[in-house]
Every structure is written in C-alpha cells, then in structure tokens.
C-alpha cells in the first residue's frame, strides 16, 4: 500500500515554525502520509508566482495527490478556502486565484466551498489558516474523506487575469515576465506550442535591452549574450549562459516584454 | 502500522551537508522514519529563538513523536546532551536551556542525561556532536528504546530566563521581543491570555515608535500603520498589512519595549 | 519492509518548482521511496562543493540507497549521464567529475552510461535533465531495476583533480579551500590523517592573515582569534568560536593557501 502523498506550496519562508506546524496537523490527521514541499519561498503574497510554480510541479505527481497552497494575503478576511479537483489531483487553496493556471490546464474541473468545520483544527485562529483549515483539511482528503463532505460545489470562484501576450500592433505583441528562476532564465508568458521563432528575424525588448537570437541549450550560447531558449516551464525564456539574465536585464516578474517580427 | 516520526530543529542551514548527514544517520538506525523539518535556519546559536519555535511547533505533532534540537554553541565542552520527555513525546537535546519554554509549557517533564554511549555514531567528533550523538540517539528513541535505557534521570537542568513582562511603574510593563518572522511580525512576550487590550486606552512603545490601534486581522489594517494582533502563536503581536513592521520598528529578536497603560 | 531511500543533491535553490517536480517524478515511478534532501543550496554549477557535500553525507546513509546528484553545467550539451555503484550505494549524475571524491574514497567502483531511454520522462526536454533522465533513472533504481538494464560499463569518465596539497619546498606546502560552511568554518584539503600539527609550531597563511595555534573544540577558543581544528569532515578546518573566520579571512572555495612547518 503505497502512502498518500501531499505536496506543499507557501510563501511562508523555512526560518519560522510555520511549516513545521502544518505538517504536524497533518501527521496527526493522516499518519504516514508522505509530505512533499514544493517551495516555501514564494515572494510573500505572490499569488502569479505561486499559481506558476503549482502549475510546473503537479503534473509530475502522481494521481490522487492532495496540493496545499497557501498563499494567502487575505487571512483573516472573508475570502474563502475551496478544493478544487482536477485530473485525479486535489487542490486544497484560498480562493485568490492561486488556482487560476491550473483552471487554465484542466478545463474539466470541479471546485468547492470549504466550511465543513469538523474537519479544522481548533480553534481557529485569526491569522494561521495555513495551520487551522487548510492543512487539516488537506489530511482529512488524503486520508480517504470524500470532497462532497468537505463542502458544495461552487462557480463563481476567483480567476485572475495572468496575460496572455496581446497584439499591439501588426507585428507586435505584449507579454509579461511570469518569474525569474534561481539560474536567472527569465520566464515570459510566450507560450512554445503559440510561438516559434528558431530561424526567424524577431526582436524581444525589455526596457532598453534587445534579444534577437535563439539557443537550443546553454552550451551553444556564446558567454554574455542573451538569448530565447525553449524553456522545460513550456514557455519561452530568456538566457545566458553560466549568468544571470535576469540580472543583466533588471527583469522582474510581472514586468512588462514586447515581440516584434 | 504508522511510521515513527522524528522533527529536525537545527541552526545548521540548508547549504551543508550536515541536515543531510543526520538524516542518513537516523534512516541506518531507524528504517523507515519519518523525517520532518521544522527549520534549520535558526540564526547561529540562537538559543531563545530555538527554543520558542520548538514551543510553537511541537504540540501539532501526534504524541510518540521524538523531536530533535540542535543548537549547540557549546559542542566539545562539558555540556551535556539530554533527553527530556513531556506529554507524550520525547525530545533531544543539548543541556543549555533550548528546552526552556517546552518546560514551562509541560511542568509534568522528565529529563535525563544522555549516557549509552553504545547508541551513538562512532567515533564520535569533537565538532559536530549533532551527527554523533543527537540523530542516533533520537532515532534509536524513536526506534523503540526506553528512555531509561538513554541515561539516568536529573534535576539541575539549564532553564533560562526568558523575560515575561514585568511591572515597572503604576501602569507601566516591560516586555521584550521574542523573534520577528518572515512576514515582518515582531512576536512579544505579552501572552494573549494575559492581556487584553481592544478597546481598551494603551501604548506600545519600541524605540521611537508607538502603537495604540488593535486590528482581528490584516484586512482590518490601514496600509503603513501599526497594529497590535492576537497573533497565532498565543502572544501579542505588532503588525503591519502586506508590509514589514519588524523593517519600520528596526525590531530585533531580544529587544526591549514598554507598554502603557 | 522498508522504503527505498533517495537523497537528492542539486543547485536548483528550493525557492522554484524544479526539486519539487522531480520529486513528483520519483513518486510517480517509486510510490513510497523516502526522499531526503542533501542540499539544493551548491552554487550554482559549482562541481567541486558537490562533490565535497556528496562526500561527507553519503556514508551516513544505509546501504542500497540511491544518490541523485544534478548539478550540471552542461544540460542540453553531449556530457553523458552515468550510474556509479560503490560500497552498495548507487549514484545517478552527470559525467562532469561531480562524483570524483566519492571515486577516491572508494576505489572498488563500477560506472556505467544511462542509455536505456525507456526509463526517461518523455518527452525529455533540452534544459531540464534533472526531472526528465536524472529522477526517473534514480527511481527506477531505487524501485529495483538493475544497473545493468540502465546502460553498458564505461571507464572513462570524469575524474577532476581536485588538488590535494603540494609541496613547493622545503617545509612549505600549498593546499587549497574546499567550502566555507554556514558557521564560517574554512575546510581545507588538508586531510587529519596525514597532518598533525597539535604542539607543533606551524604557519598558515590564507592571503595576509597568519594561524599558528590549534584548538580541540570551540569553547577552547578565545573570542576573535583564528585556530586550526580537527573537523568533522576529516579535514583541518579554520575557525572562531561564535563568529566567522570566513568573513574574518575573506576566504571563498577554491582559493589558495600555504602552510610552513
């Protein structure tokens, strides 16, 4: 029998208890589950980073995996905490649109309302959901409690506007920076499947710096240049070679890009 | 049948071998355990902040779970390692007061001194006592063996004096801060049960800066301003919404503050 | 029955989705293999700290279990991936030198090429070998299937020199700084076994700074002073009780020093 597995996904950082205290819960509701973090290093409140990165990760895991997200600026507010089930996964959330990428991913998904209290840690503080609801929650599902008996099925669930490139002109598009990774690849928003710009004449622009070359890998890239390599994220990013695109071009994530052809 | 499960205090960071090194030490010992982080990025020796996110995270745990600390500035010296044993889980430890609050939290504890010296890892280094004497010790605990096996029991235990607030004037209490977390929440050492200030005249003095507003939760706050909360942890806490309050106080883990009243 | 156990060792950083994905790979492959972090936090592409943190950690674990090391410089480019079996540990890296310390410290190993393409994540893709050769192989490994279904023995593969101390005169010898550690502890390749300098008069000098006394632990130390040590990674190691000799020396891996008897 192999254990139920869930992964976890916060901007709550490793230096503090936060974590610790949540697997704990977990551990106390579903012993043996096997717990698996994805990043607790989410930019506080970053809920685009967060929605990207859970995006990248779950399709790696095995079905009947449970997600805990908890990103969460709004704790303590009205916003509510859903499950949304997708693929064979479930997602534990607060309903901020963390989720959106993955809605964006399985069209075929389902989303509830969380308010089966029996099922929080208690009491229930003001500030610490992470520990409360979502975490215990989360166990109760992985332990073999249905998603009818967590909550109703709701629509009207948050989904936010992560842009899409748009055509600004002829020949030109606006897009947007998604994240920048610890390598410096900048991630944008310009999918490979929509895009393909080997053997193309093509200007990508980001404040006053220009990329206007292609890479298969990192080895073929020239030191200090920057080129669009086809990312394994599934969109294209910007590199250099043993350095830091990101730093070379001040990018930051959410920043703005533009494509002419 | 559920798998032991064994938490990593530590202020060894992630970068180094040496969390992985305990680790494997633990797995040879006790096949199957269940490893869990609380956090391994306690500052260098910081004994109070250890000891406070141990008090924070041990009681979500399942009893029967062994916790593990490591914050040892005296390694190689006379200090003497520990296993103490309160409401149901058993912890281990260096003899210089990291069980502090656990103590307080649990009057009805036992310690003993770690002694079977046929239970630790060989040969044992003068530096790194974490990998030698700790992991093996903790996961031979967790493997089944009877604390009375570890060591005889003892009474003249460190306890530090962490500060609870004293009275000072007619109306007038000093505190001291316990730690400041990754969101900028600078955590007091006024317990919530203690103290009950909404809606009530008070001031909160830390340098320069004063606090008088009480808010249930972020949402409530106004941006840029300071707040007294009812934080998760059981204790007051000053805040500031999606900002740093810790960066606008210059707070630091350890410092003073008065409180008016 | 006890779990399979997989430690990982990369300079993935554990603030994006890579580590977290390949995990998912591994489960998916291998439900219920107990995966424990070494470290994600080498420097990025630095070969020679891997090989040092793989060094120290591996023989804590238990025989059988499987290392998975990416760090990997020359993803997408025509560096082999290889399998290396020594002393009933498996390894699974790139064939860049990342394993050469572990080649010196068990001479009886055998080295294989990974060909056997049925056991990638398809599609593989140009930049991310970590999740789509590296997990998957490691996985099935650690699932059962015999190194020798996973590719054909090779004996040439990387072995860097990661230089031992040379002697360049009479009583002079020129070693190296292997890593600085969290504390600030400076490891040098002076390996313990064959220097003992306690009661000897010597001179180290890192740049223009000078150490000539040895400690046997941190509380011999006198605040702000430089000592050598005998370390737990079986190494001469510089350092200072409660403070950073790394700072102290501006001392970075890599860097040259000289010791005079």
């Known amino acids: 029998m192999k254990p139920p597995v869930i992964t976890l996904l916060t901007d709550f950082g490793s230096a503090d208890h ?13 012993p043996g589950a096997q717990l698996v973090d994805i990043s607790h290093e989410i930019a506080p409140f970053a809920i685009t980073e967060a929605a990207y990165t859970l995006a990248q990760a779950w399709p790696c895991f095995p079905k009947g995996t449970v997600h805990l997200v908890v990103v969460d600026p709004g704790v303590g507010s009205a916003r509510r ?27 075929n998904h389902k989303v509830r309302e969380i308010t089966a209290e029996r099922f929080f840690h208690r009491p229930v503080s003001r500030t610490f959901h992470g520990r409360d609801i979502f975490a215990p929650v989360a166990a ?23 842009a899409s490139p748009t055509r600004v002109g002829p020949k030109e598009y606006r897009g947007a920076i ?16 929509d895009w ?6 093509f200007e990508m622009r980001i404040g006053n710096s220009r990329i206007s070359r292609t890479a298969s890998n990192y080895a073929e890239m020239q030191a200090g240049e920057l080129y669009l390599i086809e990312g394994s994220a599934g969109y294209l990013e910007i590199s250099m070679n043993q350095a830091s695109a990101a730093a070379a071009l001040g990018a930051r994530a959410g920043a703005d890009l533009a494509l002419l052809l």
């Open 18 to 30: 936060y974590v610790g205290a949540m697997k704990g819960v977990m551990l106390s509701v579903c």
């Open 81 to 107: 905490p859903i499950l949304a089930e997708a693929a064979g996964h479930r997602f534990i959330a607060p309903d901020n649109g963390v989720l959106t990428m993955l809605f964006a991913q399985v069209s």
């Open 140 to 162: 109760h599902v992985a332990a073999g409690v249905a998603p009818a008996k967590i909550g109703k099925r709701i629509d009207d669930y948050v989904r936010l506007d992560f």
């Open 178 to 193: 998604l994240k920048t990774d610890r390598f410096g690849n900048v991630i944008t928003n310009f999918k490979l499947q």
């Open 196 to 201: 393909e710009l080997k053997g193309k004449s």
